[in-house]
């Protein structure tokens, strides 16, 4: 099976040159365009990649070597009537357009109603403030205080950070077993967690407050206090301590969701590990049981942004050879970049997306 995710990939840790060049983006000429070659790359990304390189349109924040990227050449150079690019992209296999991208303008065609824009929060890659974020009608309450996210064509899933997008598979029906990091966090806190939390204890401080991460003034991290504040003098975080961290993030994400339906604490501690699907790597689910999976909602400007779940699953094959794929993925960015959402392919698949370089924003609205 292909991979479906293409990882953002970090193009300082290459071996690269760099010349410059004229180059052809449909019918414009961008001239004295930075190139950069990689010349050698350690990652196997790039062995079983089906693609030749980056056309990045990012901000020139993060570009290698601080190169100019194409984009900005192309606003300075006048040649496109508009700061503004736009992404619509078209998700039938079957057809024979797979989507368009207009540098200078919006197709109006591939939009329906008006869009909603949100400024830009960071200049890298385009950052945005995302609000809640709503499994079926209930609340995962993990972005109720704001989340920060970015908008990638270059990353084929939804990425998030493991707690909530773990929640997110087992609801959609993704099981399995966790970790026994999981188990571990359950029979030593599980009781002190569900105390703290019904206690009003905001979710983001609980697992600081026993100790198993370190809250930065707005989310946990791994690692206590101490590996914080002298990190200068410490080889960093173990692998133990991150993992019982992430685990310990899931178990507040889970009980808190469980709390708000009115669940015992015995019922939800003693199936939590065996129920929680693992978040590592993509998640398979039943092509069958789609007609029964919950919807999931963005809030973006205030706004509702819903996947169905015929949108947010991925579907190979045909008959008895098919498999679903969640289009949800773990991925934690550490800070101070993350914690951080990525909405990706499957995202845009189902909004017309416009970056607004001019006003410094992003503007989302149903694509038709």
């Known amino acids: 099976m292909e991979n479906l995710v293409k990882y953002i990939m970090v193009l300082d840790r290459l071996l690269v040159s760099s010349v410059k060049i004229m180059l052809g ?3 414009l000429v961008v001239k004295d365009q930075v190139f950069i070659e990689a010349a050698r790359e ?5 062995v079983f990649a089906k693609f030749d390189g980056i056309l990045g349109l990012g901000f020139q924040e993060i ?3 601080n190169a100019v990227p194409v984009w900005y050449n192309m606003v300075e150079q006048g040649l496109v009537k508009e700061e503004v690019f736009s992404f619509w992209l078209n998700r039938d296999p079957n057809a024979k357009v797979g989507g368009e991208i207009v540098f200078g303008g919006v197709d109006s065609k591939h939009f329906k109603g008006k869009h909603t824009y949100v400024p830009v929060t960071q200049k890298g890659y385009w950052q945005f403030q995302m609000g809640d974020f709503i499994i079926g009608n209930i609340s995962t309450g993990f972005c109720e205080g ?4 970015i908008v990638d064509s270059g990353t084929s899933l939804l990425a998030g950070p493991t707690p909530v997008v773990t929640e997110i598979n087992h609801a ?3 099981e399995g077993i966790v970790s026994m990091e999981c188990k571990e966090v359950v029979s030593q806190y599980g009781d002190l967690i569900w105390e703290l939390l019904v206690a009003g204890v905001q979710p983001n401080k609980v697992c600081s407050q026993i100790g198993l991460c370190f809250f930065n003034g707005s989310h946990c991290v791994s690692g206590n206090i101490e590996t914080v504040v002298e990190k200068e003098n410490k080889e960093g975080i173990s692998a133990g301590e991150s993992a019982m961290c992430t685990a310990c993030e899931m178990t507040v994400v889970w009980i808190q969701n469980q709390l708000k339906q009115k669940k015992t604490k015995d019922k939800v501690l003693n199936y939590l590990c065996e129920s929680l699907p693992s978040p590592m790597g993509e998640a398979v689910i039943d092509c069958n049981s789609l007609p029964n999976m919950p919807h999931v909602t963005f809030t973006i400007g205030s706004k509702a942004f819903t996947l169905l779940p015929e949108q947010y699953i991925l579907k190979t094959g045909e008959g008895t050879t098919s ?3 969640s289009g949800f993925v773990a991925l934690d960015v550490p800070p101070p970049s993350g914690p951080l959402w990525i909405l990706g392919d499957v995202f845009m698949g189902v909004y017309h997306t416009v970056f607004d370089y001019g006003n410094l924003q992003l503007g989302f609205a149903e694509a038709a």
Do not use: D, K
Not at 42 to 46: I, V
Not at 146 to 149: D, L
């Open 63 to 65: 570009s290698v070597g």
């Open 25 to 27: 983006v449909g019918n």
């Open 172 to 174: 959609i029906g993704a």
């Open 42 to 46: 350690g990652s196997l990304t790039f």
């Open 146 to 149: 704001g989340c920060a996210a």
């Open 323 to 325: 498999v679903c794929i």
